[in-house]
DNA sequence: CTCCCTCGGTTCGATTATCCAACCAACGAG
DNA sequence: CTCGTTGGTTGGATAATCGAACCGAGGGAG
């Protein structure tokens, strides 16, 4: 029995950029960006909110914020018209990146500190509040996917990032 | 309607560290050591494997290797006495780590480029094979966490950790 | 009007990380 | 003995990061 998300797969190596998780890390992997994240989706929009709970350096604060803006992450919105200020915010791609913080945070809680220093509750349509422990569902069969055999396949937009040959024999193969 | 995630709590700042996101990144947000876990669970364990695999420098692919192993998300296992050689394996630390790259190659697919380029897939429990769309759900309620209202408090360690005061008041409040 | 404060950044110089090519040691094959 | 493979190191150039100081537009108090 393999271990679940390893297996064998219809290619040895990706070519390099292929991978979504490599095109995702290329426009938030940078230092403070996920943190700068976390702060606007936990209602830090402001440029100094956002120093004091990253701690980050002021000039790498500027040049994250503008990179995420211009990444389609944040967006830049006015709060006050005199003096002119604006604040940012997440988009839809912004938001959609959530899950990645639940990931990081539960890992962390788990595995980077004896117990946890913040408790994320929530109480969904009208239940009691209680904490949140979350896990990967798939969609589709409604299990869990950590639990089963991943298998990985290059699609045909893959083989063209890779410089592969599309052929008939790898469009039908499985 | 407050946004999920977004949502007043009994703190306004996490003292820097508090937050198990920052603690996570302190140990596997550097560059390259998320693709090289994405590596390793993919099957590459070996050095030079896993250069190919990432692009990543040699040396800094040695950096990080060491110090994912001292950290306790990887371990050397030798593959060969005569030469001797070892391979890099998940611990259960980093196996637990799948969930934030899942997490991310799902952000990727959606807003990092046109179309995926990996498709994964499974088959859990004798089903038919079909590819992965996956989402968090809570284990205690079932329900998905990004549709619902979620909150946030500071516990008693993270108050310690804060150098805040620890009263009755903060212990009981909610 | 003047002084001072806040906010959202920039600028500067020093430190640190990254990159890349070359090198090295251990071993096996031929 | 030489060659190729594997798993790294080393050195020097380049780029990112840091921390503190600075700046400019605008209040508000006096």
Same mark, same amino acid.
């Given at each position: 029995m393999c271990k679940p998300w390893v297996m064998a797969a219809d290619i040895d190596f990706l070519p390099r950029g292929a991978c979504s998780i490599a095109a995702s890390l290329e426009l938030v992997g940078e230092r403070w960006s996920l943190l700068v994240i976390r702060e606007v989706a936990w209602g830090n929009h402001r440029f100094s909110d956002i120093v004091r709970g990253t701690g980050a350096p002021r000039d790498r604060l500027a040049a994250r914020l503008s990179a995420l803006v211009a990444a389609g992450v944040l967006e830049k919105r006015p709060y006050s018209d005199s003096p002119p200020r604006s604040g940012y915010h997440l988009t839809a791609a912004g938001r959609d990146l959530l899950p990645v913080l639940q990931a990081l945070l539960q890992w962390g809680d788990r595995w980077a500190r004896d117990e946890p220093a913040v408790r994320l509750s929530h109480a969904p349509g009208g239940t009691a509040e209680h904490p949140i422990d979350a896990e990967w569902v798939c %969609?589709?069969?409604? %299990?869990?996917?950590?639990?089963s055999r991943v298998s990985r396949e290059l699609t045909p937009a893959g083989r063209a990032l890779a410089g592969l040959p599309i052929t008939e024999e790898h469009a039908h193969e499985h």
């Open positions: %969609r589709t069969c409604g %299990r869990p996917v950590m639990e």
